[in-house]
């Protein structure tokens, strides 16, 4: 069974930085993405950050530049390092795993990620 826990969220100064590690315990999948993904109140999980079997990194259009995805193969955890934070950053932030369709990418849609972390809050002050 496989367990994420997430956590180095918190309030931060708009122009701020904050990383959030996601540990995946139970999680062995070497054909599998990993993936942050950010949801505003009443909104849709939006996926922001993803790192497919080859460790290529995928970002939102928002994020890139700023943010940094990054997996510790030995301490089976993700990372999301956040700089520059602005208020629209905010929100509950999950880590979630998912199969690669074809090996390499990963899927872009909510729904085809199987495993869910049960979120870390953000909040970025102006």
């Known amino acids: 069974e496989v367990e994420l826990t997430e956590s180095g969220g918190g309030s931060v100064q708009a122009g701020g930085s904050l990383t959030l590690s996601c540990v995946a315990s139970g999680y062995t999948d070497s054909n599998g993405c990993m993936g942050w993904f950010r949801q505003v109140s009443g909104n849709k999980r939006e996926i922001i950050a993803s790192l497919d079997p080859h460790d290529t990194a995928g970002y939102a259009a928002s994020v890139k530049g700023r943010f940094t995805i990054s997996k510790d193969r030995a301490k089976n955890t993700l990372y999301l390092q956040m700089n520059s934070l602005n208020p629209q950053d905010s929100g509950e932030y999950y880590c979630?795993?998912?199969?690669?369709?074809?090996?390499?990418?990963?899927?872009?849609?909510?729904?085809?990620?199987?495993?869910w972390g049960q979120g870390t809050q953000v909040d970025v002050t102006s």
């Open positions: 979630a795993t998912a199969k690669s369709p074809y090996g390499w990418g990963c899927p872009g849609g909510d729904g085809e990620w199987s495993d």
